[in-house]
């Protein structure tokens, strides 16, 4: 079977791969994926952009791009289609429209039930097959619609969770371990992670706070992830002086080592929910994309977990600290204040609510 895929983020790809595990090795990967995973098209980096603005420089080259993929449509056995709505949308339409009978699979659907319905009749009408990774998610379609809820993909890739318990003394927080975490001493200082994001605009915004952060917080162990992909120039260039943080680029292990985070708005915000590890949503957009966002969105909570919790817990999960809101004192005065203990009992109720992975599930669907 060839199957062309197209998924341009970087979470996308992350997900792709545990889906290609699944998969026979007859199934033969053609499209915009990770050159990890074969030999795609174009390469990824050329297509990372960062707000409405950005995005607008770049038009032609995703017009061009899109032509092609509709092309490479005639010979595929299957379309896969991952996130990245703004592009996968459009492009459904016209592989639809050329090749009626070609099967059009979504995985990672757009978020229409936040904002913009009006997605919603066009994946019904030009998808054959809706994987969903949200189990609320099926009733904001029609009874017809070929939508199932499939499992979160993030259960397939992380492998450890924090199942202890948080206790206050004194006004400090205490971590009791789970059974099969390792122990820790009492003496040990803090370990506190700073993912500041992978695109350049989100790290030049977010790095000068957390290095002020850095030294506000007073002794602790400081972890900073760094996208494998930089180099040693750019790290210096976008991070600035990193002497006080030890670099990771595991993104998991680091929020399964760590006792706390300060996390830029993404999925690494779902992964540490999930993971167990407390931490503060970050982010700071340059002033027109918030403006737009604004304008174009209904959405109350910019973290993931927030907006699942709505569901079955009716409150947010984590704080958020987004534009003017996010100053170092805010920061401080949100991290003293964190109830951890509840964040736990969240993070736990929220692993049940999802239930399982989704790339052996999404798997046996493509294979139908």
Known sequence: MKLLVSALEHSANVHLKALREHLPESVELEGIFSADLGEPIVDLRSLAVMGFVDAAKKLP?????????????????????????????????????????????????????AWRKGRIPVLERTCDRLLSILPFERHYYSKEAPIE???????????????????????????????????????????????????????????????????????????????????????????????????????????????????????????????????VLTYRAKALDYFLVKKLTDLHYAGLANLFSLDFRERPMHPELIQEELTLENLLQTYREYDRARFAEDAAALRSYLGHGSAAEAAKRILM
Request: charged fraction near 25%; include cysteine; glycine fraction near 6%.
């Open 61 to 113: 080259f995703f017009y061009r791009l899109a032509a092609e993929m509709t092309e490479r449509a005639a010979e595929a056995d299957k379309v896969l289609l991952m996130d990245s709505s703004g592009f996968n949308l459009p492009q459904a339409k016209r592989i639809k429209k050329r090749y009626p009978s070609k099967e059009v699979i979504y995985y990672i659907l757009p978020q229409a039930w």
């Open 149 to 279: 809820y499939v499992g979160h993909p993030l259960l397939d890739e992380i492998s450890r969770f924090r199942t202890g318990s948080w206790e206050q003394r004194i006004g400090t927080w205490h971590y009791r371990p789970g059974p099969e975490e390792p122990e820790r001493s009492a003496a040990e200082p803090e370990t506190i992670a700073y993912l500041p994001g992978s695109r350049r605009g989100e790290i030049t915004r977010l790095m000068p706070l957390f290095h002020r952060l850095r030294r506000q917080l007073g002794e602790h162990r400081a972890l900073i992830v760094i996208p494998p992909y930089f180099t040693e120039e750019q790290i210096r260039e976008l991070y600035g002086d990193l002497s006080a943080f030890e670099i990771r680029h595991d993104t998991h292990a680091t929020l399964y080592e760590s006792d706390f985070a300060f996390v830029c708005s993404g999925t690494a915000t779902l992964e540490a929910v999930l993971i167990g590890t407390p931490f």
